[in-house]
């Protein structure tokens, strides 16, 4: 989520808006162990379980931005996106709420639901970025990935598999910030 900006629906969210929501959204996620989101906006704000895709576990400000982490579930729709995402598709998220609309598009009193997968997020550059596709573009990602499937019974190669993702994040992950 971004705020202070206008995005594609044509709306501004302030800052405090946002934050407002991310604080709430904090507070579901720690005492429901994540938010559930779907595939694509429905038409209500209620969450449907036949269409859930994945569990926000993680949403906190980066500035004036709202980020965070969701994981793909095994459900049916979860599936899909997981197939998309494999498929190298760039899916998008987008948050799903209500507020009231000014004349000018400024968003007050908006009440975060979720944030869902959308095919275009109203957001500029709300398409994230998979660990599974970092690991698997990068040289040592998939060596990482090799690793992972051959050692399950190698103590000696999981410890191995642990120092390589730890080199790995610092190395891609944390070095961007």
């Known amino acids: 989520?971004?705020?202070?900006?206008?995005?594609?629906?044509?709306?501004?969210?302030?800052?405090?808006?946002?934050?407002?929501?991310?604080?709430?959204?904090?507070?579901?996620?720690?005492?429901?162990n994540g938010i559930f989101g779907e595939l694509d906006h429905p038409t209500t704000l209620s969450i449907n379980l036949d269409r859930i895709s994945h569990v926000i576990t993680d949403l906190r400000m980066e500035g004036s931005n709202a980020v965070g982490r969701m994981k793909i579930l095994p459900?049916?729709?979860?599936?899909?996106?997981?197939?998309?995402?494999?498929?190298?598709?760039?899916?998008?998220?987008?948050?799903?709420?209500a507020g009231a609309v000014n004349g000018e598009g400024i968003v007050e009193g908006f009440n975060f639901v979720t944030v869902d997968i959308v095919a275009t997020p109203s957001a500029q550059g709300a398409t994230p970025a998979s660990i599974y596709e970092s690991l698997d573009m990068s040289v040592t990602g998939r060596r990482v990935l090799t690793l992972a499937e051959q050692m399950q019974e190698d103590p000696a190669a999981q410890k191995f598999f642990k120092d390589e993702i730890i080199k790995f994040l610092k190395t891609n992950v944390f070095a961007k910030k």
């Open 1 to 32: 989520m971004q705020a202070d900006i206008r995005n594609r629906n044509n709306r501004i969210y302030p800052v405090t808006e946002i934050t407002r929501a991310v604080t709430e959204a904090q507070r579901g996620i720690t005492e429901s």
């Open 75 to 97: 459900t049916p729709m979860g599936n899909i996106a997981k197939t998309l995402i494999e498929s190298g598709v760039r899916i998008g998220v987008s948050s799903r709420g």
